[in-house]
């Protein structure tokens, strides 16, 4: 059972698209899983305070702020989930961890790599503290994703040769889609390439244990001005080709290669013109004695190839990854009986609460959220330089990549 004589305030910024998928999350994690701390749910914070109250009635916060700053300055609040657009993340989060809270921060980390190293900063000196700052990298949480790296850490693929990478959606395919903040770059930082891609980075780096050293990359904006009004819906909505238009000012579509430090070789696309590809989420890894795919549109599959098993009886073995000796998957349901989308951010939150009542670092780290920011940064510099080859520098010990960190998720 969780443990409810001891509480963990939350106070979450933001109350939108990630914000309901985190509200779930904090809402559900003390039901299925048995947790050291009991989260409570303190406040919803949003600049439209009535908005945010139909929110927080929804999923049971007890109670709204409009000001972040209000809510930070709160005695019953112990840790501030940041579901924002980037633009806004280093502020809030340097602050609250000046303040003494435990940090969540959505992905990507922020929105320029001297952004993320002043967050990276105040986390580490924040840490000495006992207050802890992790980044949301959610996907790793996918039961079938935590399990291929523990695959890959027992050395199940040999070494690691190639990683194939690709995260297809289609919901800009629509020229007339209306503008939103993702497609502004001064809110959002880039487009597909730090949106989708980030997750597609992170994922590579953990999987394999090992950081991206090198890349060359090219990035694409596909149509470059959008009605300003519309219905936004919950990604793409719609709008009217007769309406003002105005100008989008990130990459629609990006590609790279990568090499890794341990000398794989990596491909990535991630682009939101993918037409008939809702969240296809892709990755691949081949080795010496193994290989793994993934697509997260088959989010409770994993596939996994033998290369030491006799060649008449090899193949691509589908593993159904619900079994409760999977990782997470023994505090849901019977076996087979599947997992969805929102389940990697209540994983998220049973890793995060976990750390913090043992008094350890949770991993993705703000500095683990700073190596994807500089491959970000990386791609979008050769892009500018006609895809010229760019070093990503990493700082000794802080790619979480090598880091398995603490997950699985005790039921």
């Known amino acids: 059972m969780t443990d409810t004589s001891r509480e963990l305030g939350v106070g979450q910024v933001g109350y939108a698209f990630m914000g309901a998928a985190h509200s779930q999350a904090w809402r559900t994690a003390p039901s299925f899983f048995d947790?050291?701390?009991?989260?409570?749910?303190?406040?919803?914070c949003g600049r439209d305070a009535a908005a945010a109250q139909a929110v927080a009635d929804r999923f049971g916060w007890e109670s709204v702020e409009s000001d972040w700053h209000a809510l930070i300055a709160r005695d019953d609040i112990d840790l501030i989930d940041i579901c924002t657009p980037g633009s806004t993340h280093v502020e809030i989060a340097v602050a609250a961890l000046r303040a003494g809270?435990?940090?969540?921060?959505?992905?990507?980390?922020?929105?320029?790599?001297?952004?993320?190293?002043?967050?990276?900063?105040?986390?580490?000196?924040?840490?000495?503290?006992?207050?802890?700052?992790?980044?949301?990298?959610?996907?790793?949480?996918?039961?079938?994703?935590?399990?291929?790296?523990?695959?890959?850490?027992?050395?199940?693929?040999?070494?690691?040769?190639?990683?194939?990478?690709q995260y297809l959606q289609d919901w800009l395919t629509d020229a007339d889609a209306p503008l939103s903040w993702r497609l502004d770059k001064t809110l959002a930082g880039s487009g597909a390439l730090g949106d989708i891609g980030a997750h597609l980075v992170d994922a590579a780096q953990f999987l394999t244990g090992s950081a991206i050293s090198s890349v060359s990359g090219v990035l694409q904006t596909f149509v470059d001005s959008r009605p300003v009004a519309g219905d936004h819906?919950?990604?793409?909505?719609?709008?009217?080709?007769?309406?003002?238009r105005g100008p989008v000012t990130v990459d629609d579509a990006a590609a790279f290669t990568a090499r890794f430090d341990n000398?794989?070789?990596g491909v990535f696309e991630a682009t939101r013109f993918a037409t008939g590809r809702k969240n296809?989420?892709?990755?691949?890894?081949?080795?010496?004695?193994?290989?793994?795919?993934?697509?997260?549109?088959?989010?409770?599959?994993?596939?996994?190839?033998?290369?030491?098993e006799p060649a008449e009886t090899?193949?691509?073995?589908?593993?159904?990854?619900?079994?409760?000796?999977?990782?997470?998957?023994?505090?849901?349901?019977?076996?087979?009986?599947?997992?969805?989308?929102?389940?990697?951010?209540?994983h998220q939150v049973v890793d995060?609460?976990?750390?913090?009542?043992?008094?350890?670092?949770?991993?993705?780290?703000?500095?683990?959220?700073?190596?994807?920011?500089?491959?970000l940064a990386a791609v979008e510099a050769s892009a500018m330089d006609e895809s010229r080859h760019?070093?990503?520098?990493?700082?000794?010990?802080?790619?979480?990549?090598p880091h398995a960190g603490r997950q699985g998720g005790a039921s």
């Open 35 to 44: 947790l050291p701390l009991a989260p409570r749910l303190r406040a919803l």
């Open 101 to 165: 809270k435990h940090v969540l921060c959505e992905k990507p980390l922020a929105n320029t790599v001297e952004e993320a190293e002043l967050m990276a900063e105040a986390a580490a000196e924040a840490a000495t503290r006992g207050v802890y700052a992790m980044v949301g990298f959610t996907y790793r949480r996918t039961p079938a994703l935590t399990f291929a790296r523990q695959l890959v850490a027992v050395g199940r693929l040999g070494t690691i040769r190639h990683v194939r990478a």
């Open 233 to 244: 819906g919950t990604l793409g909505g719609s709008g009217s080709a007769d309406a003002e």
């Open 263 to 265: 000398g794989a070789l």
């Open 280 to 308: 296809a989420m892709r990755l691949e890894i081949s080795g010496s004695d193994g290989a793994l795919a993934f697509d997260f549109e088959e989010m409770n599959l994993l596939h996994f190839y033998d290369a030491t």
């Open 314 to 346: 090899a193949g691509f073995r589908r593993i159904v990854v619900t079994e409760p000796t999977h990782p997470y998957a023994g505090a849901w349901w019977p076996a087979g009986h599947g997992l969805g989308y929102e389940h990697g951010f209540t």
């Open 352 to 375: 995060l609460v976990n750390a913090i009542a043992a008094g350890e670092q949770p991993t993705p780290s703000f500095a683990d959220g700073l190596s994807v920011q500089r491959v």
């Open 390 to 401: 760019q070093k990503v520098p990493h700082d000794a010990g802080t790619a979480e990549g």
